[in-house]
Nanobody, 119 residues
Framework: QVQLVESGGGLVQAGGSLRLSCAAS????????MRWYRQFPGTRRELVGT???????????NYEPSAEGRFTISRDNVKKTTYLQMTSLKPEDTAVYYC?????????WGQGTQVTVSS
């Protein structure tokens, strides 16, 4: 089992930045992929970006077009924490953000953190 706890959400003005954190605990050695999703009111969660954990520390990342160039996913293996650095935020980025861990076919969600971008 893996437990995930997000933090770092809040209210920010358009053009500002936020860094979300996703702290993992439990059997974290199972984790192969970390993803960030977001969910707008009344809609399904949509993928923001993916980090694939490299066996020799060479992680790879991919982003959806809405996040490309503005958002960056990284991780600190010692702290067992994955980050979503968001810059140039727009009001349309307002959503609940979730991290998701994928390991050996099992998936684990965090509880979500609200990000609100004011115009």
């Amino acid at each position: 089992q893996v437990q995930l706890v997000e933090s770092g959400g809040g209210l920010v003005q358009a053009g500002g930045s936020l860094r979300l954190s996703c702290a993992a605990s439990g059997d974290t050695s199972r984790i192969e992929v970390m993803r960030w999703y977001r969910q707008f009111p009344g809609t399904r969660r949509e993928l923001v970006g993916t980090l694939r954990i490299g066996s020799s520390g060479g992680d790879t990342t991919n982003y959806e077009p809405s996040a490309e160039g503005r958002f960056t996913i990284s991780r600190d293996n010692v702290k067992k924490t994955t980050y979503l650095q968001m810059t140039s935020l727009k009001p349309e980025d307002t959503a609940v953000y979730y991290c998701y861990a994928d390991g050996y076919g099992d998936g684990y969600w965090g509880q979500g953190t609200q990000v609100t971008v004011s115009s």
